[in-house]
């Protein structure tokens, strides 16, 4: 059974670094997507970030590209996202997820359609 619990939350200044993090169990991932995704109060949950465990290519949307970075802890196996330069409107619930995805993948696969999800961390920016 998949679990995936976040870490790392809690309130920060704007222009606060945070870092949060996915600890992944239940089965081996080499072969999986593992995305950060958000909700904000009366919003829908929106992409944020993912990879590909094996491999090295990372998918950002436009409102953070430059500021957050994903990346994978082998040895922890956790998958983290490390938040620079927060801004108030990164005030949110960020959640971990993980899907499948074939060897020969499309890019357009981390984006959505996620299998596995964990139960989110609040991350709070005052301004």
């Not at 239940?26 to 997507?33: L, V």
């Amino acid at each position: 059974q998949v679990q995936l619990v976040e870490s790392g939350g809690g309130l920060v200044q704007a222009g606060d670094s945070l870092t949060l993090s996915c600890a992944a169990s239940g089965r081996t991932f080499s072969n999986h997507a593992m995305g950060w995704f958000r909700q904000a109060p009366g919003k829908e949950r929106e992409f944020v970030a993912a990879m590909r465990w094996s491999a090295g290519m990372t998918y950002y949307s436009d409102s953070v590209k430059g500021r957050f970075t994903i990346s994978r802890d082998n040895a922890k196996n956790t998958v983290d996202l490390q938040m620079n330069n927060l801004k108030p409107e990164d005030t949110a619930v960020y959640f971990c997820a993980a899907k499948y995805v074939r060897p020969l993948y499309s890019v357009s696969e981390f984006y959505s359609n996620y299998e596995h999800w964990g139960q989110g961390t609040q991350v709070t920016v005052s301004s």
